[in-house]
């Protein structure tokens, strides 16, 4: 079965997490995509927001959320009190899933399946351990699937505090759990519905920065 379980070094820090996923050979993900993308930002922050997987331009420069997704988020969390530099920003899948492009085109983005999200899971599981914050926020399905399982439902369960799941079979964890639209869902919207959509997930990031203790 895919699994990155046995690529992550136990007792490490987030530094070495990351440069050990990028030997990860988990999944077939890592075969195509340029470099791994760990998360990044504040390593005490009290609030950790989970994305879906890097974008093409995550993907050519090895950080999270630095592509047009990540103006999007970054400017919805301001705007929701929440100062983008006192959180920490991640994917649920650390290796970017796309279709082939011609050349010098952008590489079109392709949604994980459900065996990679549970492949990646012990990098995300290892990142929350060790950064124990107060509120994570799922962003889309994905990150809601690979905390929840895939039952997770964005439209039913968006905006209100959900308890944190168990994250390795243990006991669940003290935080609590938001989980709102992707950021690219805005992007990808008609223009009628985008104004409404960036509305929605700046409210769902207030339920997050509410929750703060
Ligand atoms: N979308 C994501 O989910 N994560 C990124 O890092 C960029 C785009
Ligand atoms: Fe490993 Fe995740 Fe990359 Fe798959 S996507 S190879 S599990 S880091």
Redesign the pocket.
Known sequence: A?D?GP?VPRGAGLDALREA?HG????P??RDATQ?VFGSGDASARLVLVGEQPGDQEDRKGLPFVGPAGGVLMRAVDEAGIDPTETYVTNA???FKFEPAPRGKRRIHKTPGLR?IG??KP?LVAELQLIDPEVVVALGATAGKALYGSSFRVSQQRGVALPMPALDGGAAGEGVLVATIHPSAVLRADDADRAAMYAGLVADLRVAARLLR
């Open positions: 895919y990155a690529y996923a990860c050979r988990g999944c993900l890592h791994s899948v650390k290796h990679e492949a990646c990098w």
